[in-house]
């Protein structure tokens, strides 16, 4: 079969590999369709702590199943799903409290990363992930849209950390799929306002044509200047503010467009060992709550797959284009420039 093979960053070779064949528990599908993701271009630029290269790379995607490994009904074959890239052991320390994201073993196997991924006409999916997260795509639900399942789960976790948004006045800095993803759920949980900060025109305006209420180009408009000109609270601030860029700017202008009393979710993680600085008064004069949000937990999850199967969200504005699987890296390079959102890669 045909695969993209990243053998060092940057060294990304479309090439034949051998047919996978399932191992015992494990199910083999032909991918019907991948999408790329941030997590993918940084893996394919600089490479990341959690892969062994040489690996078929690409972890978001819808398959159908082509055959099963020893103890695995026949059943499922023929059917159309989508999975994750990676479960929780279930029995650690973190996943007996219910905080199945922070689970220790959560590296050990992980598609596109220690397993074989997507950018490839065939997957094989290990027992572990499967059998928790194991989605039939019915009809009525879009295929691309199905796709969404990982990304979306992790925004749901995000807005689970900080129990929603409603009634809030909120700012999401960041317009790439993450944030865009943020402001719609954002809408559906009753946010009474929705500001999105970005650098870029091409993403506010997505941004825009999905319903926010301002955008705000930082590159040309001071968005401390726009805070404190605008009517939100008076001029005093965000109620809510989510960080989806995953840039120490961005971090530290987080704090800065939070009304004393609000809260701050840093979503978009920054590489370890960087520092940011921000002025302490906010936190304890100010009462600003600040959380963290990591991956995922099977209940955001379920909750994600019901928001895509509900047809509520609008995915398909977050794609930019379609390519074939002998042009991913071109997918890449575009994502890696600034221009795309994502990208849906067809075998
Ligand atoms: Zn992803
Ligand atoms: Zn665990």
């Known amino acids: 079969m045909k695969a ?82 990676t479960s929780p052991c279930g029995s650690c320390f973190f996943c007996r409290r219910g905080q199945e994201n922070l689970c220790v073993r959560l590296g050990e196997e ?49 807005h689970s950390v900080i129990g929603g948004v409603s009634g809030d006045s909120v700012a999401i800095i960041g317009s790439g799929p993450i944030g865009l993803l943020h402001l719609q759920l954002s809408m559906i949980g009753g946010a009474s306002s929705v500001t999105v900060f970005d650098r870029h025109w091409e993403k506010l305006r997505v941004a825009e044509r999905l319903g926010a209420d301002h955008v705000v180009n930082v590159r040309e408009e001071d968005p401390i200047k726009f805070v404190s000109d605008s009517n939100i609270n008076g001029g005093l601030g965000f109620d809510t503010v989510i960080e989806a860029a995953g840039k120490r700017e961005a971090w530290e202008l987080a704090l800065k467009l939070v009304r004393k009393g609000g809260r701050v979710l840093f979503f978009g993680g920054l590489p370890k060992g960087v520092e940011v600085s921000f002025d302490s008064y906010m936190i304890h004069y100010g009462e600003v709550s600040v959380f963290g949000a990591f991956h995922t937990t099977p209940r955001s999850v379920r909750r994600a797959y019901e928001l895509i199967s509900s047809g509520r969200l609008r995915l398909r504005e977050l794609i930019s284009g379609e390519y074939r699987l002998r042009d991913v890296r071109e997918a890449l390079e575009s994502m890696a420039r600034g221009v795309s959102l994502k990208c849906v890669i067809r075998p």
Not at 136 to 151: C, H, I, N, S, T
């Open 110 to 158: 992980i598609i596109g990363f220690t397993r074989p991924g997507a950018y490839s006409e065939m997957i094989v999916v290990p027992r572990r992930i499967w059998s928790r997260y194991y989605f039939r795509v019915g009809e009525g639900v879009d295929e691309v849209e199905a796709a969404f399942l990982e990304p979306l789960s992790t925004v749901v976790h995000g």
């Open 4 to 85: 993209a093979v990243l053998y060092s960053p940057g060294n990304l070779v479309f090439e034949e590999v051998e047919d996978p064949v399932p191992g015992p528990g494990e199910i083999l599908a032909r991918v019907k369709l991948a999408l790329t993701c941030g997590t993918d271009v940084k893996l394919y630029r600089r490479g990341h702590p959690y892969a062994r290269l040489p690996n078929i790379i690409g972890h978001e995607f819808i398959g159908v199943v082509e055959d099963v490994g020893e103890g695995v009904s026949r059943d499922i074959v023929g059917d159309t799903f989508v999975t994750m890239n």
